[in-house]
């Protein structure tokens, strides 16, 4: 036996995007063992990607199973233009417009609408500090105590927590796009608040129906769009009584149509997707990458 090749080796891909979050997405629905960090960040140097979903056989009658790597190689629990990206193509390969997989962060329901827009129901937001998770206990996550910058005059401060199966932390601003989040962000990202690193978004609120946004993505960098960024923001924003249930949230790469449905609490994101092109991952740049198993 020589060395075993890794899971994306000689694989073909689809490179596509929703609102710029680039998204590459390879099928192993038909045999394909799990992608380990190394190879995720090999697959990114070789197809630059902000999120890689694999898709993987479905347990039960959902349409496949999936796990999400970003770019560093850490795995996401959940990727509202990824989801969007993958159920177009899904929908296209079966001709049906309601779909349903199979993430880390629970079974997620997707569909097309009339307008050729598709919907990702991203579940209910998780809003208790241990669900999100925080370090230490907050009894509102609304806005919690932490800051940069000059003590007496932060950069940000007292940003409202979420989780959309991913940790969210949302700092209110007059202009997203004032600030140095690239240089911010990493700091944010790996604060000691979040065990689990957190995205970091800067948001504003210039209308009762829109929401204004700029994303440090876990694991990602600086992203054009963060579908659970503008989950995560809209719902902040309602529970801060800024917006209604409603909104757009616009972003770098676009606008998202969000709403979170009072019946259920349930988070609806709506946008496009673009095919980008298609692609074969080169074996011997991955070679003995995904080796050690």
């Given at each position: ?6 899971a ?8 596509m ?37 694999a ?44 779909l349903?997989f199979?993430?880390r ?9 009339k ?11 998780r ?17 919690i ?10 950069i ?13 932390a949302?700092?209110?601003v ?17 604060h ?7 995205n ?15 994303t440090?993505?876990r ?12 989950c995560a ?17 616009t972003l ?12 259920d ?13 298609k ?15």
């Amino acid at each position: 036996m020589g060395v075993s090749m890794g899971a994306l080796a000689n694989r073909d891909f689809v490179k596509m995007n929703g609102l710029g979050n680039e998204i590459v997405i390879v099928d192993l629905r038909h045999g394909g063992s799990p992608i380990d960090a190394a190879e995720a960040r090999a697959a990114a140097s070789q197809e630059p990607y902000d999120q890689l979903m694999a898709l993987y056989p479905a347990r039960g009658n959902e349409d496949a199973s999936i796990r999400i790597y970003n770019n560093d190689g850490s795995e996401a629990g959940a990727c509202g233009n990824g989801m969007r990206c993958v159920a177009a193509l899904i929908s296209e390969e079966t001709g049906r417009a309601e779909l349903k997989f199979v993430t880390r962060a629970g079974t997620v329901a997707c569909w097309r609408g009339k307008n050729g827009l598709f919907t990702v129901d991203m579940g209910r937001p998780r809003l208790r500090w241990d669900e999100i998770p925080l370090a230490q206990e907050f009894a509102d996550t609304r806005h919690i105590e932490l800051e940069i910058g000059p003590r007496g005059a932060p950069i940000l401060h007292s940003p409202s927590v979420v989780s959309m199966g991913n940790p969210h932390a949302i700092f209110w601003v007059d202009d997203p796009s004032a600030y140095d989040l690239a240089k911010i962000g990493p700091l944010l990202e790996h604060h000691p608040m979040f065990p689990e690193r957190a995205n970091i978004t800067l948001a504003a609120t210039p209308s009762r129906d829109h929401v204004v946004i700029r994303t440090w993505e876990r694991g990602a960098g600086l992203t054009k769009a963060c579908g659970s960024a503008a989950c995560a923001a809209a719902v902040a924003a309602a529970r801060l009584g800024r917006v209604g249930r409603v909104v757009t949230v616009t972003l770098p790469g676009g606008d998202l149509g969000i709403e979170w449905r009072q019946a259920d609490d349930h988070v609806l994101m709506t946008g496009p997707v673009e095919y980008e092109h298609k692609g074969r991952f080169d074996a011997t740049s991955l070679a003995g990458v995904g080796a050690a198993r």
